[in-house]
């Protein structure tokens, strides 16, 4: 992730310094990058003059005294942004912004770690970096408002699709796309149908690029559970964000998807880009499995609107930007008309005496008085 935000960084005109403590990837970087910028210039895509990008390599942290903007893509651990927040916050210069790249992590948290707090946020893209228009730009409680547009006016630079959102579990794409995956979980988990059937209900009736255990399959399981599981601790154990006991075997073996030949599916061995995709064979079942996850995935996206996790046309610029759905969730909902999706979920939650069903207040506001999520 590191190397792909440096990449668009460097496509872009500016001077990199590239931090890493492993001179080995910071050797395979400054190739790999080397042959995507030379790939982009061949395919007409940057101009000539990006061949004469500027980009350092250290291990030493000390060299980014004089940088305006740092941002982090460590591993995914509190306790280790802590520490380089802080220690970064000792090296730049007062007025740099220092950013974090997490994907789920309480962006008031890493920032409290920091001298200067005010001029921490989170900037948040998607993998991989250089291939994915959308970037999550998180300002914690007391991120200088300064800071935010100047950071988005950047990143805006780079040509990419930003949406503000609030610092809460998961941001927008990665508590939104939560049914996608636990849902079908939970229908493979029943019974209701295997994998490869809800994979095919959502490519083919719903115009998803990747069925949701073939998607989990290429994220790495390992990855995808651990998101399931930091946003369901943060969110105080919610049901609707429950994981997977399947999921957590899978990962307890070490059955990681793509990267290990096995996850949901097996994998000829180093044949990453073999298909697993089967054509839905029971439509009335797909039918089922689709109205269910869609269900799911628009109450979560209309959740997200009532605890004002971001405005309804950046949840919609983010899923379709940053996860590549057909259709923005709530414009989604609109068409298919909101009372239909409450009659699905109150069936659900009858059916299941489960408060994970539960319908949105705000869904259940709009169904009622006849309103659009987009107006």
């Known amino acids: 992730m590191g190397t792909g935000i440096a990449q668009v960084a460097l496509a872009h005109g500016h001077p990199v310094i590239l931090v890493d403590n492993d001179p080995g990837a910071l050797a395979r970087a400054k190739v790999n990058m080397h042959h995507a910028i030379q790939r982009e210039i061949e ?3 940057l101009g000539p003059a990006a061949a004469a990008y500027d980009l350092e390599t250290t291990d030493r942290l000390d060299v980014l005294h004089s940088c305006a903007i740092v941002i982090e893509a460590i591993v995914e651990r509190i306790d280790a942004k802590r520490h380089a927040f802080k220690t970064l916050s000792e090296i730049v210069p007062d007025d740099c912004v220092l950013a974090t790249n997490t994907s789920s992590l309480s962006v008031a948290s890493i920032a409290s770690a920091a001298s200067r707090p005010e001029r921490v946020l989170g900037v948040h893209f998607f993998n991989p970096a250089p291939v994915l228009p959308l970037v999550e730009i998180v300002p914690w409680l007391k991120t200088d408002q300064a800071v935010v547009t100047n950071t988005r006016a950047l990143v805006d630079g780079w040509k990419k699709t930003t949406v503000v959102a609030s610092d809460t579990p998961g941001f927008i794409v990665n508590r939104v796309a939560r049914p996608y995956y636990g849902e079908a979980l939970r229908i493979a988990d029943e019974g209701i149908a295997d994998f490869a059937t809800i994979d095919a209900a959502m490519r083919e009736l719903g115009g998803f690029r990747m069925g949701p255990f073939e998607l989990m399959d290429f994220i790495g399981l390992d990855v995808n559970f651990a998101v399931t599981r930091s946003i369901f601790e943060a969110l105080g154990f919610d049901p609707r964000y429950r994981p997977s006991l399947t999921q957590q075997r899978l990962v307890d073996a070490g059955l990681l998807g793509r990267k290990t030949g096995r996850g949901f599916y097996e994998y000829a061995h180093g044949a990453a ?8 064979g029971d439509r009335e079942v797909g039918e089922r499995v689709f109205e269910r996850i869609l269900s799911m995935l628009i109450n979560e996206a209309i959740d997200a609107v009532h605890w004002r996790v971001a405005s309804p046309i950046d949840i919609d610029l983010a899923v379709t930007k940053g996860v590549n759905y057909p259709k923005g969730l ?15 979920l109150t069936a ?28």
């Open 348 to 375: 659900l939650q009858e059916e299941y005496g489960e408060d994970r069903y539960r319908p949105s207040v705000l869904l259940r506001r709009m169904a009622r008085d006849g309103g659009r999520l987009r107006e």
């Open 43 to 45: 395919k007409g895509r």
């Open 330 to 344: 709530l414009a989604w909902g609109d068409e298919r008309g909101l009372g239909r999706v409450l009659a699905v």
């Open 273 to 280: 880009g073999v298909s697993v995709q089967q054509p839905l």
